[in-house]
């Protein structure tokens, strides 16, 4: 589609929703619904910057003109959290977090690994495994939250299985670190991977990601 014509699709589809939607809200949330569109447009053809700015701006909008509602999908958000975080870790033990923002920097000096549940608003994540000392010799990382910015590197010695899932964002990943990055863009983004020894691996750890909107990047290594 020419930009013309995505122009004037992008104009009908607004037009569209101040018709719908004109008696029932007002103007700011026209506004951050366009915002929003145009975003999840941007990221569909890979402007990430463009697209950022309209999420987070029309997010910001929604938060100033609906704080009930952005406060329900956070207790949304939450509550899929609690649920999943149990099937992730299968019913075993494992510590857990909430906090609104998360900053998280395991990538400098040996730290203690141990299978952890966290949820977040937003989060800013970033753990090399190949420093990590872990407790157990399964190990199960779950970070769900509604905004990320995440960087895992893990050596190729584990065993890796990735449950990953972004509404909104970017995935890169190097399955096969020889072949280099692996990009996956816009929305909708999933990946589930196993490695080939992850049975026979005496060190295993499963990553298990789910955020509304972020950046993830997951690099094994030599």
């Known amino acids: 589609m020419s930009k013309k014509r995505e122009a004037f699709a992008m104009m009908l589809i607004g037009v569209g929703m101040l018709v719908l939607l004109g008696p029932y809200v007002g103007f700011f949330t026209i506004v951050a619904l366009?915002?929003?569109?145009?975003?999840?447009?941007?990221?569909?053809?890979?402007n990430m910057r463009r697209g950022y700015i309209c999420l987070g701006t029309g997010a910001g909008l929604l938060l100033l003109d609906h704080l009930a509602l952005v406060?329900?999908?956070?207790?949304?958000?939450?509550?899929?959290?609690?649920?999943?975080?149990?099937?992730?870790?299968?019913?075993?033990?494992?510590?857990?977090?909430?906090?609104?923002?998360?900053?998280?920097?395991?990538?400098?000096?040996?730290w203690m690994m141990r299978s952890t549940s966290s949820w977040h608003a937003i989060g800013d994540i970033d753990c090399d495994l190949s420093l990590a000392l872990a407790e157990e010799a399964d190990t199960v990382l779950y970070f769900h939250g509604l905004i990320g910015d995440l960087d895992f590197t893990i050596p190729e010695e584990y065993g890796v299985e990735i449950e990953a899932?972004?509404?909104?964002?970017?995935?890169?990943?190097?399955?096969?670190?020889?072949?280099?990055?692996?990009?996956?863009?816009?929305?909708?983004?999933?990946?589930?991977?196993k490695s080939a020894n992850y049975m026979n691996s005496t060190q295993r750890v499963k990553l298990v990601i789910f955020y509304v909107a972020g950046d993830l990047n997951i690099r094994l290594s030599a």
């Open 34 to 46: 366009l915002l929003l569109l145009i975003g999840v447009t941007g990221l569909r053809h890979g």
């Open 71 to 110: 406060l329900g999908i956070g207790l949304i958000s939450l509550g899929i959290f609690y649920v999943r975080a149990n099937k992730a870790h299968r019913g075993q033990k494992h510590h857990s977090q909430q906090n609104f923002i998360k900053t998280l920097q395991h990538n400098r000096d040996p």
């Open 165 to 193: 899932h972004l509404l909104f964002g970017q995935i890169n990943f190097n399955p096969d670190y020889h072949a280099g990055i692996e990009r996956r863009q816009g929305v909708l983004n999933r990946v589930q991977w």
